[in-house]
């Protein structure tokens, strides 16, 4: 099968992903900020599979960074196949008292990573034809959500992201996609305030929190065959909740 990098792929919807990418036969490049132990555990899983998985920790905010880390992954193992921009973060605050630095640093992880990443790579999966690249937005990035503002716009960011890089991408074999989870059991939930989570279960029609494994599902299905003429779409998996 292929080559697959998976960015934040130590924890939460990210080690789920690697594993089911990997349960899927693909070699897998898991990408952390800082939690090698916990990427290290996630590759013996994906390892488990018979496939073969490394950790690489650098930060996807960091064009620089990227460009090396991709060039090493291609010297080792050849061109992704593959590319799962999960990496994110959270920054809460109400707009009006949302420091400059926290708008910062959300935008440029989650919609500057999906950027360095997509740029990258996809030009590596053009000239080799083929690729699918699957990025991670948010029901937030479609709906807003107060608190949220730079969340939101970076997630929105995204989906403009991803349906601009299918419409260039697409004539070289290179297939686009997104994913819009809802409310899913993670670190980046599990801090939330319990009447906040209370809150967010009253709105979802079916009445849980999705799990990291159900959003896997449909990243695996956007990156295989099944999906190939799928395209510069968003999958919004919330439970009802949008
Ligand atoms: P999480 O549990 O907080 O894990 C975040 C992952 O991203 C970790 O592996 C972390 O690495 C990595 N990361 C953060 N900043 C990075 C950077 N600058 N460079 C490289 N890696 C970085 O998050 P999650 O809940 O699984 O969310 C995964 C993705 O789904 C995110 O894009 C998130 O916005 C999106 N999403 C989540 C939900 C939800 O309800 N959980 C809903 C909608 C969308 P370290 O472990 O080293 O810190």
């Known amino acids: 099968m292929g080559i697959a990098i998976v960015t934040g792929g130590s924890r939460g919807i990210g080690a789920a992903i690697s594993e089911k990418l990997a349960a899927d036969g ?3 490049v898991i990408n952390c900020a800082s939690s090698v132990e916990k990427a290290e555990a996630v590759a013996e899983k994906c390892r488990a599979h018979g496939v073969k998985a490394m950790v690489k920790q650098w930060n996807v905010a960091d064009y620089a960074a990227c460009e090396a880390a991709v060039k090493e992954i291609k010297e080792e193992w050849g061109v992704p196949d593959i590319l799962v921009n999960n990496a994110g ?3 809460d605050g109400l707009l009006v008292r949302m420091k400059p630095d926290q708008f910062d ?3 440029s992880t989650n919609l500057g990573g999906v ?3 997509t740029q990258i790579v996809g030009a590596m999966m053009m000239r080799a034809k083929k690729g699918a690249i699957i990025s991670l937005s948010s029901v937030v990035g479609i709906s807003g959500n107060a608190g ?3 969340y939101a ?3 929105a960011g995204v989906i403009g992201l991803t349906k601009s890089a299918a419409k260039e991408l697409g004539a070289r074999g290179v297939r686009v996609n997104a994913v819009a989870p809802g409310f899913i059991e993670s670190d980046m939930t599990d801090v939330l305030p319990e009447e906040v989570k209370k809150n967010m279960l009253g709105q979802i029609a079916m009445k849980r929190c999705g799990k990291p494994e159900e959003i896997a599902n449909i990243v695996s299905f956007l990156a295989s065959d099944a999906a190939s003429y799928v395209t510069g779409q968003v999958i919004v998996a919330d439970g009802g909740m949008i």
Do not use: G, P, Y
Request: charged share 15%; hydrophobic share 50%; proline share 0%.
């Open 115 to 117: 950027f360095n990443m």
């Open 89 to 91: 973060i959270t920054r």
């Open 26 to 28: 693909h070699d897998i």
């Open 153 to 155: 716009a970076s997630k």
């Open 105 to 107: 640093a959300v935008v």
């Open 148 to 150: 949220q503002a730079n």
